[in-house]
């Protein structure tokens, strides 16, 4: 397996313009999370889907942001309009969660907002 | 959830072991320790995971006392590739999922 796919690596938007962030999970595993990093707030979990169900998504910031998960095989993350402090790297990783806490991460959506 | 503390940093030469502490005072009876490492500009890598008393397995050992209010991973003879972020995560399940929830981390530095 490929591990988890994200796109695109490397994003640079303006201010007010709309930024959607893919994400291809590991085949079979049925959850998904996804996080954004920042220096200074670290890794937070934004929201997590299981059998492709939103479970919480008490970490998303406001309104300005939304995930979706139509599939077992693709979850979208969108901010609408976008703002300079959502700049941060944005992963995604899957799960089968199958007798452990292993989760696997994908190599994340740098983002910048100007 | 439980929340974790655990050192911001740490330093240590090469070819020594590494104990990182970690507490997670308010701990649930279903929940589960887990260890992740993060190198730059990569994704966290998953490391062990424990209940209680000792785990190990090829990169490092895991204690657990028997009130699971902290944990210890223990990483043996680290070398320079071993500089990284260290997270303690209490796993917490419901809805058939794990929800993770990671902390500040632990950076550890390995000097030559």
């Known amino acids: 397996d490929a591990g988890v796919i994200q796109s695109p690596r490397h994003e640079v938007t303006e201010m007010g313009q709309e930024v959607t962030l893919r994400c291809k999970p590991i085949?079979?595993?049925?959850?998904l999370f996804w996080y954004r990093q920042t220096m200074m707030r670290g890794l937070e979990l934004l929201i997590y889907?299981?059998?492709?169900?939103?479970?919480?998504d008490s970490g998303m910031p406001e309104d300005r942001f939304s995930a979706k998960m139509p599939n077992a095989s693709f979850s979208t993350l969108k901010i609408q309009p976008s703002e300079p402090r959502d700049s941060a790297v944005y992963f995604c990783?899957?799960?089968?969660?199958?007798?452990?806490?292993?989760?696997?991460f994908g190599q994340g959506t740098r983002l910048t907002v100007v | 959830l439980a929340k974790t503390t655990q050192p911001i940093s740490m330093d240590s030469y090469e070819g020594q072991e590494v104990n990182i502490t970690c507490s997670h005072n308010?701990?649930?009876?279903?929940?589960?320790i887990t260890w992740y490492q993060q190198f730059p500009s990569q994704g966290p890598r998953f490391i062990i995971q424990?209940?209680?008393t000792k785990v190990t397995n090829e990169v490092a050992s895991l204690f657990i006392p028997a009130d699971r209010k902290s944990s210890t991973l223990s990483l043996p003879r680290v070398s320079l590739s071993d500089t990284a972020v260290y997270y303690c995560?209490?796993?917490?399940?419901?809805?058939?999922?794990?929800?993770?929830?990671f902390g500040k981390g632990t950076k550890l530095s390995v000097i030559p």
């Open positions: 990783a899957s799960s089968s969660f199958r007798g452990n806490t292993e989760a696997f």
């Open positions: 085949s079979g595993h049925n959850s």
């Open positions: 889907f299981n059998n492709n169900v939103p479970i919480d």
């Open positions: 308010n701990i649930a009876t279903n929940d589960y």
């Open positions: 424990g209940y209680k």
């Open positions: 995560l209490v796993a917490t399940s419901g809805a058939g999922s794990y929800q993770l929830t």
